[in-house]
């Protein structure tokens, strides 16, 4: 069944607010043709959700740590469930 769509979330660690991270994460999903958002919280992560099939998340994800992304990464930690199919597009919130 890999074929599943599921759901990642990503908590992203780090120097990640005001660099451009969002826009950037944003650009990245919609070339990999996932949907979801990510938004920046209070205590300095980004949250990104993202919807599609596992190689793409984990493609995402591999983007995510590169050290290609605008900012500095520190640490991302990652959860996988079954796709809710209740987004459409990918936003920066």
């Known amino acids: 069944m890999s074929g599943e769509p599921v759901r990642l979330s990503a908590w992203v660690h780090g120097y ?3 660099v451009g991270f969002r826009w950037w ?3 990245r999903a919609l070339e990999l043709g996932l949907v979801g958002f990510a ?3 209070a205590d300095g992560r980004v949250h990104v959700v993202a919807e599609g099939s596992r190689t793409v998340g984990e493609k995402l994800l591999e983007l ?3 050290g ?3 900012g500095r990464v520190d640490l991302v930690v990652e959860s996988w469930e079954p796709a809710r199919g209740d987004m459409t597009g990918f936003e920066e919130r």
């Open 16 to 18: 990640v607010q005001g």
């Open 25 to 27: 994460t944003r650009s």
């Open 39 to 41: 938004r920046n919280h």
């Open 64 to 66: 995510l740590r590169s």
């Open 68 to 70: 290609g992304a605008p």
